[in-house]
Structures are given as structure tokens and as C-alpha cells.
């Protein structure tokens, strides 16, 4: 899941949240993501409310080893409604977007989604590259596009690989590199930012696009 940092907690409306995922009330669901996210904008509905409920959720299928269903349900609504908050925002500020990827075999992507849906609130459009990016694929984009910011997401220390930030090619003007997740050990990637939070991580990325 997600976790170290990203999430503060907002207890009485996360736990209803994850009630209603126990019960597979989808529509209840998804009408108080989305409401969370009017109210009070994607950072502080990410970091106070939707963080403590898929630790929850988590926490449960570690404890009885049943419930996947409730998880796969939750992460589908939560992508669906992140994904359409970025189209809601199409007027970029930034003419060269930056790459949002999960770096090595990660599969979790949903810190991306959430970063990407913050950034579209500020006007800053992204390219989301998504889970299990091999370098090649983020060095390829470095080359082609010169993008003024790169955020890597390592949720699994095997995936937090520092080559993902020493083996990037080098262009110019040269992007901010930024790592994100508690897979990175930060000490061995000297050349890059690490932000402990989906709020860091946004102010990081506006500075390198001069927002």
C-alpha cells in the first residue's frame, strides 16, 4: 500500500470510508472520495483521509488474510477519481510536462496518480509513465523531452534502486530529480530531492517548473 509519511490521518471520515469498503458499498464510496477531494483539494484528501484508509483496509487483510476484494475495489475507485481529476485541470503552466514513474518491478502506483492529480490543481501537467518503468524507459524520455522535473515512486526497498537516478542521461537544462516511497534509501542517491510527503513532493516539483 502506501505508506511513511504520505498519510496524516483524519480518523472519523476514513473509518467511514473503510465501512462502507467492507461492505462493498461502492457508490457510498466513491461519492465521499470525490466529495473529499471538493471540499478540501487532492493533498489534504490524500494525506488526511484517503492514506489512513487504505492502511486500514491493509491492515485488516494482513490480520484475517481476507478482503482482497475490498482492497482492489478501493484502489479502483481511488485511480478513477485521481485520473479524472487531472482532465478536469487541462491548462498546463509548464511547457514541457514532467515524468511521473514507478521505478524497477514496482507495481504501486497510486502515490503517481495522486501526485499527478495534486499537480494538475497547481496547473503543472505531467507524463505519467507508470508502474515497472525500467530505466531505459525514463532515460529515453530524459533524452527526448528534457523534462524539468523526474519523480520516482519505490514503495519496495528492492525496487529503490539508485541507478534509477545515477544512470540518467545527462541534458540540458538538467530536470530536478525527485524520489518519493519508502523503497529509496535517500543516502545512496545523492543527486536527487527525497520528499516524505504527497505535499513535498508537489512544492518540489513547482519549484523545478518555476510555478
Not at 18 to 24: I, M, P, Y
Not at 27 to 42: P, S, Y
Amino acid at each position: 500500500m502506501i505508506l511513511d509519511g504520505w498519510g496524516i490521518g483524519d480518523k472519523s471520515k476514513s473509518d467511514a470510508i473503510f465501512n462502507a469498503a467492507e461492505s462493498l458499498d461502492s457508490l457510498f464510496v466513491e461519492t465521499m472520495l470525490r466529495n473529499e477531494i471538493a471540499e478540501n483539494g487532492i493533498i489534504s484528501a490524500w494525506q488526511e483521509v484517503f492514506v489512513p484508509v487504505l492502511i486500514q483496509v491493509g491492515t485488516a487483510w494482513e490480520k484475517s488474510g481476507k478482503g482482497v476484494e475490498v482492497e482492489h475495489m478501493l484502489t479502483e475507485i481511488l485511480t478513477r477519481v485521481l485520473r479524472e481529476s487531472v482532465s478536469e485541470n487541462v491548462v498546463p503552466i509548464n511547457s514541457r510536462p514532467v515524468l511521473l514513474a514507478s521505478v524497477g518491478e514496482e507495481l504501486h502506483s497510486l502515490a503517481l496518480h495522486a501526485l499527478a492529480a495534486a499537480l494538475a490543481e497547481r496547473g503543472i501537467e505531467s507524463q505519467f509513465l507508470g508502474a515497472r518503468t525500467p530505466v531505459e524507459a525514463i532515460s529515453s524520455m530524459v533524452s527526448r523531452f528534457a523534462p524539468p522535473a523526474v519523480f520516482l515512486w519505490a514503495q519496495l526497498p528492492v525496487n529503490g534502486d539508485p541507478k534509477f537516478v545515477t544512470d540518467l542521461p545527462a541534458v540540458r537544462p538538467a530536470p530536478r530529480i525527485i524520489i518519493g516511497g519508502p523503497g529509496w534509501n535517500p543516502d545512496k542517491c545523492q543527486n536527487a530531492h527525497f520528499v516524505g510527503s504527497l505535499a513535498l513532493a508537489v512544492d518540489e516539483i513547482a519549484l523545478a517548473v518555476g510555478a
